[in-house]
């Protein structure tokens, strides 16, 4: 038997690794992913008589009766290249013998117990590790200078959810990483200016989370040279100063960097920016307006923009951004990720759920009405248009947001009614009005059944649905009231007299104001109309 392959299954009970002793020719084993196996490589004794090659015992239990050792055979393992023991709430120090494994090229150590410091391993020598993955551990202080020693041959390495201090080496810099996760520790300073590249020496990063510590400084080194990075996440740290331009030439398709101290307007190269699909930029102290390039961006997903100090109006042209208009095969079953494959999933910590949304979440600056066209976002799942100071009305074109899973309008100044035709949104889950000037009866169908008082607080003229004020014939009347007395200010004689002389004032002093101020207009339209009267004397004079 040279394969052993029972992953994925619904395995129990205990199993101990004897039943292998035998197999001389076992070159593969993976047991891997059957939750309520205990498997025990420690006893009973035995003799060993394969050498492996591939040895998965990832979420299989792994010598819980034993200390939730490390399996001590592993380091008889001469020809062993992929070792995975991840999930199995292994204990003690770092395995720091398995780094100088030279036949081991890929290690998997994710979601353990593991503890202690990178300084407790005492490494005389180089490994040949290309992936590295000790995630969601124990590991605590800094990471050493001299630790490049293991990375050396590293593209992958992923320490990210650990308790990590101190700089990130500059070491790293002469590391050929194409992914470096280092996320959700406690990482200080800035980011070193080796690791980013310059403008002689190209960094090969495809893949850089450093979100979740407290880093500081500029976003990245002014002379980064980043042609290859498609996935860039620095959220939740302490970086100053405006988006950098480091990133524009970039193949960049994800970037978040959420939660900082970042200022200025958002750039127009972002917006030109071919590969984007995902922009987070929530929580950080970008000002301006949004314009309407961000139209331009057919391929983006998911826009976040909230808790900024933005201002001025949403585009009205959000429609011309097929991703979230048309059902495509992009559309419904997307995944720029997938290009990482199981890597992406196994370094991606913060565990970012996938999703087509937009976020103006913002401090009451985005104002004007709600454009009638993001009704026709179809493939939208998420709208936040909470915390603004958007008037008018509820469009009732939002009754096409098909897709639309969660949709907050709160803390705003809507007036009018819910419109009825929203009970048809089948896929809403999420839903509130809260906080505006909202009146009559509230839709109490389908979804609308579901959601409490608190989606609709502080609306005084709502009625029915969840909240305690019940609609009457007194709700009904005042709403027709309200109507027409709308409508009678519109259709009054002064109503229409007034406009028709605001606008005859308007076009009046519009002509002869541009005349009064410039002087070359002036003296052309003076030469017409003499020429003009000119014509108009000779031709009278024919007829004399």
């Known amino acids: 038997?040279?394969?052993f392959d029972v992953s994925g299954n619904q395995l129990e009970g205990p199993v101990s690794f004897s039943i292998f002793a035998n197999a001389s020719s076992l070159v593969f084993l993976d047991l891997s992913s059957n939750y309520e196996l205990e498997v025990d490589t420690e006893s009973p004794s035995w003799i060993l008589t394969f050498q492996l090659a591939v040895l998965k015992l990832a979420s299989c239990n792994l010598n819980k009766k034993n200390g939730h050792v490390v399996p001590s055979?592993?380091?008889?393992?001469?020809?062993?290249?992929?070792?995975?023991?991840?999930?199995?709430?292994?204990?003690?120090?770092?395995?720091?013998?398995l780094f100088l494994n030279n036949s081991i090229t890929q290690l998997y150590l994710?979601?353990?117990?593991?503890?202690?410091?990178?300084?407790?391993?005492?490494?005389n020598g180089t490994s040949?590790?290309?992936?590295?993955?000790?995630?969601?551990?124990?590991?605590?202080?800094?990471?050493?200078?001299?630790?490049?020693?293991?990375?050396?041959?590293?593209?992958?390495?992923?320490?990210?959810?650990?308790?990590?201090?101190?700089?990130?080496?500059?070491?790293?810099?002469?590391?050929?990483?194409?992914?470096?996760?280092?996320?959700?520790?406690?990482?200080?300073g800035t980011i070193p200016r080796s690791l980013t590249g310059n403008d002689t020496t190209e960094s090969t990063l495809i893949y850089l989370n450093l979100s979740n510590n407290t880093l500081q400084g500029e976003m990245l080194p002014r002379e980064s040279n980043l042609t290859r990075l498609q996935y860039l996440n620095l959220g939740s740290n302490h970086f100053e100063g405006i988006i950098s331009p480091a990133i524009s030439n970039s193949p960049l398709g994800i970037l978040d960097v959420r939660d900082n101290y970042l200022s200025g307007n958002i750039p127009k190269w972002l917006y030109d920016h071919p590969h984007l699909v995902s922009i987070l930029l929530s929580g950080n102290h970008l000002e301006g307006h949004l314009t309407q390039r961000l139209c331009?961006?057919?391929?983006?997903?998911?826009?976040?923009?909230?808790?900024?100090?933005?201002?001025?109006?949403?585009?009205?042209?959000?429609?011309?951004?097929?991703?979230?208009?048309?059902?495509?095969?992009?559309?419904?079953?997307?995944?720029?990720?997938?290009?990482?494959?199981?890597?992406?999933?196994?370094?991606?910590?913060?565990?970012w759920l996938f999703f087509h949304g937009l976020d103006f979440e913002s401090v009451f600056r985005i104002k004007g009405g709600i454009p009638i066209e993001m009704g026709e976002l179809s493939q939208l799942w998420s709208l936040n248009l909470s915390h603004n100071s958007l008037t008018g009305s509820i469009p009732i074109s939002f009754q096409n947001l098909k897709s639309v899973e969660n949709l907050d309008l709160s803390y705003n100044k809507l007036r009018g009614?819910?419109?009825?035709?929203?009970?048809?949104l089948t896929s809403l889950s999420a839903f509130s009005v809260a906080y505006n000037n909202l009146s009559g009866q509230i839709p109490f169908e389908r979804q609308f059944s579901t959601f409490e008082m608190q989606c609709y607080d502080n609306n005084p003229e709502?009625?029915?649905?969840?909240?305690?004020?019940?609609?009457?014939?007194?709700?009904?009347?005042?709403?027709?009231?309200?109507?027409?007395?709308?409508?009678?200010?519109?259709?009054?004689?002064?109503?229409?007299?007034?406009?028709?002389?605001?606008s005859y004032a308007f076009g009046?002093?519009?002509?002869?104001?541009?005349?009064?101020?410039?002087?070359?207009?002036?003296?052309?339209?003076?030469?017409?109309?003499?020429?003009?009267?000119?014509?108009l004397l000779e031709f009278l004079s024919k007829y004399r």
């Open 73 to 97: 055979f592993i380091s008889t393992q001469i020809n062993l290249w992929f070792l995975d023991l991840s999930n199995n709430s292994l204990e003690g120090g770092i395995p720091c013998q």
């Open 1 to 3: 038997m040279h394969w």
């Open 417 to 424: 009614k819910i419109p009825s035709e929203l009970v048809g």
């Open 462 to 502: 709502l009625c029915g649905g969840p909240l305690p004020t019940k609609c009457s014939s007194t709700n009904q009347l005042k709403e027709e009231k309200d109507e027409k007395e709308r409508n009678r200010i519109i259709d009054h004689p002064l109503f229409f007299y007034g406009f028709v002389a605001v």
């Open 128 to 188: 040949n590790l290309d992936m590295f993955d000790i995630s969601d551990n124990r590991v605590k202080g800094p990471i050493p200078e001299n630790f490049i020693s293991i990375f050396s041959t590293s593209y992958d390495v992923a320490m990210s959810s650990n308790e990590l201090e101190g700089k990130i080496p500059s070491s790293f810099g002469s590391i050929f990483f194409s992914i470096l996760d280092l996320s959700n520790n406690k990482l200080s």
């Open 508 to 535: 009046f002093w519009a002509c002869f104001g541009i005349l009064i101020i410039k002087k070359n207009w002036r003296e052309k339209y003076f030469r017409v109309v003499d020429r003009y009267i000119e014509s």
């Open 296 to 351: 331009r961006m057919q391929r983006l997903q998911v826009f976040d923009v909230s808790r900024n100090r933005l201002s001025g109006g949403i585009p009205s042209c959000l429609d011309n951004v097929t991703f979230w208009k048309k059902s495509s095969p992009s559309a419904t079953n997307s995944n720029y990720f997938t290009q990482f494959g199981e890597l992406y999933y196994l370094l991606t910590s913060d565990n």
């Open 110 to 123: 994710r979601s353990n117990k593991i503890e202690g410091s990178f300084l407790d391993c005492f490494i």
